[in-house]
T-cell receptor, first 112, second 114 residues
Framework: AQRVTQPEKLLSVFKGAPVELKCNYS??????LFWYVQYSRQRLQLLLR??SRESIKGFTADLNKGETSFHLKKPFAQEEDSAMYYC??????????????FGTGTQLKVEL | KAGVTQTPRYLIKTRGQQVTLSCSPI?????VSWYQQTPGQGLQFLFE???????NKGNFPGRFSGRQFSNSRSEMNVSTLELGDSALYLC?????????????FGPGTRLLVL
């Protein structure tokens, strides 16, 4: 069974401080990992995904297969980063279709 | 391109009734997935459709069903509604439904069961 764990329900940081949102996963095969973000009153949208190796809005995430982690990082938090962040996993070889397994989410609050 | 659209946006039903929710994917996307979001269980996968066929199903009772039409639009149906079915139902689309593809989400349909 696949599982995604986000240990922090709420993370509060000051503007300009570094941010790290933790994500650990459990999957026996080869996973694809995603970070989705939901800003207030907006729909869920992709922030970044491992396969693209992009940096979006200053956020990066590295897949660590040894520690089965995909933590989201940003060196300097901005007020507009306040949102709900979900880590999600899709498994290669899953029978049909890209079923996403989501973590419970971390609410990031950036304070002035 | 227009994003994923869902109708209706809000719905109030009573226990025992049934409900049908609709989803229109992004033009050209052939895979449609459905998710249930609740405060207690978070985001949970319901099922995925591709070329009018259900390819993958989550761990939900048979009261939850869906279908996909030839234009890739999808509907999901919940029969014999229970209070616990109150949730935000999200639809997502992707090109082919491959595991590495990005899924694009709709705004959701908020269902309240009284």
């Amino acid at each position: 069974a696949q599982r995604v764990t986000q240990p922090e329900k709420l993370l509060s940081v000051f503007k300009g401080a570094p941010v790290e949102l933790k994500c650990n996963y459990s999957y026996s095969g080869s996973p694809e990992l995603f970070w989705y973000v939901q800003y207030s009153r907006q729909r869920l949208q992709l922030l970044l995904r491992h396969i693209s190796r992009e940096s979006i809005k200053g956020f990066t995430a590295d897949l660590n297969k040894g520690e089965t982690s995909f933590h989201l990082k940003k060196p300097f938090a901005q007020e507009e980063d306040s949102a709900m962040y979900y880590c999600a996993l899709s498994g290669f070889g899953d029978v049909g279709g890209n079923k996403l397994t989501f973590g419970t989410g971390t609410q990031l609050k950036v304070e002035l | 391109k227009a994003g994923v659209t869902q109708t209706p946006r809000y719905l109030i039903k009573t226990r025992g009734q049934q409900v049908t929710l609709s989803c229109s994917p992004i033009s050209g996307h052939r895979s449609v997935s459905w998710y249930q979001q609740t405060p207690g269980q978070g985001l949970q996968f319901l099922f995925e459709y591709f070329s009018e066929t259900q390819r993958n199903k989550g761990n939900f009772p048979g009261r939850f069903s869906g279908r996909q039409f030839s234009n890739s639009r999808s509907e999901m149906n919940v029969s014999t509604l229970e209070l616990g079915d109150s949730a935000l139902y999200l639809c997502a689309s992707s090109l082919e439904g491959q595991y590495q593809e990005t899924q694009y989400f709709g705004p959701g349909t908020r269902l309240l069961v009284l």
